[in-house]
């Protein structure tokens, strides 16, 4: 059997008086996953381990039921993996974004969601400024860039941009966890600081301005780690061939950790207008030749941290239609059967803009399978499903595990 894990990132949400006390999945018209939840069996996945910031990069390795205590080292390193820059014994990665300041406040993480090209000018910019032997910076995917330190202690206390929109920044600068780390944080902030010198000036900041965008007119580096020691997914599960679609650096980067081939999609842009065409199809291809496929999509994700509920509610709707219905559709026949499971990484709530540590909603569906009661896919419905809560690796085993497991229990 083949098997694919479609996750929209940050689709899950609270329940919105705008939406009728409904929540974005509730609202949505979601045929496919509805559907698929009625033939299939249902629960909740714990994502964030006690003791962890609900990042993407936990909750995607998470997903993948990796120890997070073994081997998380923040996202830049994952980052690092994907932009195929090789960390060496001693070096600090971290993601650095590029932010909009509006005063001292920091407006968005995404930098009004600049360009890949416009950044990739401002990161150049950056490095021809403040790079060093030891000091580098690295352009990656829009607002999404690594920062390199060689001798840099990770012990340091860093807050995500994402988490902090129309906030102080200066209270949110990076702070030492432990005194061998204070010269680190003290080299990151100077560099934070001196980044708004420069970015201000520069003539792609001045000409978004004139028209109307979202300067990039700040860094802001976080999640600081050294490179990983992760096992493979053929060494987790006997999983003999697999692969990752996504426009993320960090979900490409979990994959090339976790020994999955990268397939990238033209038009994969990680916000509302990707691909999902392309992706959907890169996704069937795969399944032709690969075990199992990663396919990842990040736009509802976006829409959680702008605060824009319609534009949640489309995206949900986008992922239903054109990836969850096509991929179904496309391989319904295949006289191999393909299992499939669709959840969040964790939640994105419009009405805060960040992330939660809520446990996340599954389906699991699998040709032949004893369905449970569940006959929607939405935060609540899904309460009711067999599979209960789950957390560490029980939902890999769990999707991974052959049909008659599932009768066994009376699934």
């Known amino acids: 059997m083949k098997h694919i894990l479609i996750l929209g990132d940050g689709m899950a949400d609270e329940p919105l008086d705008v939406l009728g006390g409904k929540t974005p999945l509730q609202y949505a ?65 971290m993601r650095c974004n590029l932010v909009c300041l509006q005063g001292e406040l920091l407006k968005n993480h995404s930098a009004g969601h600049i360009s890949n090209e416009e950044a990739g000018e401002l990161i150049a910019a950056l490095n021809q400024s403040l790079g060093d032997d030891r000091v580098q910076f690295h352009a990656g995917v829009s607002y999404r860039h690594l920062l390199v330190v060689k001798g840099g202690d990770k012990r340091l206390a860093c807050t995500p941009p994402h988490d902090i929109p129309m906030h102080p920044f200066r209270p949110a600068l990076i702070k030492a966890e432990e005194a061998g780390a204070r010269e680190t944080a003290a080299l990151l902030n ?40 992760m096992q493979t997914l053929e060494a987790l599960y006997d999983i003999r061939k697999s692969a990752v679609i996504s ?13 999955m081939e990268v397939i990238p999609v033209d038009g994969a842009t990680g916000l509302y207008n990707t691909n999902y065409e392309g992706k959907a199809q890169a996704a069937v291809t795969a399944l ?29 709707e986008d992922l239903d239609q054109r990836i969850v219905g096509a991929i179904y559709e496309a391989v319904r026949q ?57 957390s560490g690796d029980a939902f890999m085993k769990t999707f991974l595990a052959p049909c008659r497991i599932f009768e066994s229990l009376n699934l």
């Not at 909750?59 to 690092?80: I, K, M, S, T």
């Not at 426009?247 to 020994?259: K, T």
Request: charged share 20%.
């Open 29 to 93: 018209r979601t045929p496919y996953m509805d559907a698929l939840a009625q033939q299939g069996v249902s629960g909740r996945l714990r994502t964030v381990p006690d003791g962890f910031h609900p990042g993407s990069e936990v909750a995607n390795l998470a997903v993948l039921g990796y120890n997070l205590p073994a081997v998380y080292e923040g996202r830049g390193v994952l980052e690092a993996a994907s932009m195929n820059v090789e960390l060496h014994p001693g070096e600090l990665a």
């Open 190 to 229: 100077r560099l934070v600081l001196k980044s708004q010198e420069i970015l201000s000036a520069h003539p792609v900041n001045q000409k978004r301005i004139a028209a109307g965008k979202d300067p990039a007119n700040s860094i802001w580096p976080w999640s600081p780690g050294y490179r990983p020691a």
């Open 247 to 259: 426009a993320v650096d960090l979900i490409r980067g979990i994959g090339v950790y976790a020994g």
């Open 288 to 316: 032709h030749t690969h075990d199992f496929v990663y396919l990842h999509v990040e736009a509802s994700d976006e829409a959680g941290h702008e605060g824009d509920v319609q534009l949640k509610v489309r995206t949900i």
């Open 334 to 390: 295949w006289d191999e059967p393909v299992a499939i499971a669709v959840l969040p990484d964790h939640p994105t709530p419009c009405a805060i803009r960040t992330h939660t540590k809520d446990p996340v909603p599954f389906l699991i569906y699998k040709p032949g399978q004893t369905p449970d009661a569940v006959d929607r896919y939405d935060e609540f419905s899904v309460r009711q499903g067999t599979c209960g809560l789950l």
